[in-house]
C-alpha cells in the first residue's frame, strides 16, 4: 500500500505520480477506482474520500486537485491502493493562518503568501487557503438534538482559518 504525503504534494504538486496534466487513466492505476465520481458535461471529479480530481471530460486530463476540508475525518483517508499522510492536520482540529505559518517556518518550508487571496503558496504551484469564518450547523455532543446554528467570523487575516490544499 502506498503512503500519500501531504507535505509531499504541497513541496511536489504531485501526490504520488498524479498531478495536473495527468489523465484519469494513471489516477485510476494508481489509486484504484474513486469511492464516488460526480459528472457535468463538460467536465468530472473522481473523489476519494474528500480528495478531489476534477478533470476535462473530453480529455481526460486532471486540471484540479484538492481537500476542501482539512479538518475533517476524513484527511486520514485510507482505501486498498494507498492512505494519507495528514503532515501537521489533525481530524477535527483547525489551524490559523499564523500557526500553519509557523509550524512552516520550524519545519524551514518555503512558500510565499498571497495577500490578495489569503493563500501560502508553494514553489510547486500548490496553495493553502484559509477561510474568515463559516457558517454551519453543529455542535460537540453526537445527538442531532443538542445541534445548534453557528456563525464563526473573525477579522484578523491572522486568525483565518485553514480550509484547503489546492493545485490547479
Same mark, same amino acid.
Request: with cysteine; proline share 1%; glycine share 8%.
Given at each position: 500500500?502506498?503512503?500519500?504525503?501531504?507535505?509531499?504534494?504541497?513541496?511536489?504538486?504531485?501526490?504520488?505520480?498524479?498531478?495536473?496534466?495527468?489523465?484519469?487513466?494513471?489516477?485510476?492505476?494508481?489509486?484504484? +477506482?474513486?469511492?464516488?465520481?460526480?459528472?457535468?458535461?463538460?467536465?468530472?471529479?473522481?473523489?476519494?474520500?474528500?480528495?478531489?480530481?476534477?478533470?476535462?471530460?473530453?480529455?481526460?486530463?486532471?486540471?484540479?486537485?484538492?481537500?476542501?476540508?482539512?479538518?475533517?475525518?476524513?484527511?486520514?483517508?485510507?482505501?486498498?491502493?494507498?492512505?494519507?499522510?495528514?503532515?501537521?492536520?489533525?481530524?477535527?482540529?483547525?489551524?490559523?493562518?499564523?500557526?500553519?505559518?509557523?509550524?512552516?517556518?520550524?519545519?524551514?518550508?518555503?512558500?510565499?503568501?498571497?495577500?490578495?487571496?489569503?493563500?501560502?503558496?508553494?514553489?510547486?504551484?500548490?496553495?493553502?487557503?484559509?477561510?474568515?469564518?463559516?457558517?454551519?450547523?453543529?455542535? +460537540? +455532543?453526537?445527538?442531532?438534538?443538542?445541534?445548534?446554528?453557528?456563525d464563526i467570523s473573525v477579522n484578523?487575516?491572522?486568525?483565518?482559518?485553514?480550509?484547503?490544499?489546492?493545485?490547479?
Amino acid at each position: 500500500m502506498k503512503t500519500i504525503s501531504l507535505k509531499d504534494f504541497a513541496l511536489t504538486g504531485f501526490i504520488d505520480k498524479i498531478t495536473t496534466g495527468s489523465s484519469t487513466d494513471e489516477l485510476v492505476k494508481n489509486f484504484g +477506482n474513486p469511492e464516488y465520481i460526480f459528472d457535468t458535461d463538460d467536465c468530472g471529479i473522481m473523489y476519494y474520500g474528500d480528495y478531489e480530481f476534477h478533470y476535462w471530460k473530453n480529455t481526460k486530463t486532471i486540471y484540479l486537485i484538492q481537500n476542501v476540508t482539512l479538518s475533517s475525518k476524513m484527511i486520514n483517508f485510507i482505501n486498498s491502493s494507498f492512505n494519507v499522510d495528514p503532515w501537521f492536520l489533525k481530524t477535527g482540529r483547525e489551524f490559523t493562518f499564523k500557526e500553519v505559518k509557523s509550524i512552516l517556518e520550524k519545519e524551514t518550508v518555503k512558500y510565499t503568501i498571497d495577500h490578495e487571496n489569503d493563500f501560502i503558496t508553494f514553489k510547486s504551484g500548490v496553495f493553502l487557503d484559509f477561510v474568515s469564518g463559516y457558517k454551519g450547523y453543529g455542535g +460537540n +455532543n453526537e445527538h442531532i438534538e443538542n445541534w445548534k446554528n453557528f456563525d464563526i467570523s473573525v477579522n484578523d487575516v491572522e486568525d483565518y482559518i485553514l480550509k484547503g490544499i489546492r493545485k490547479e
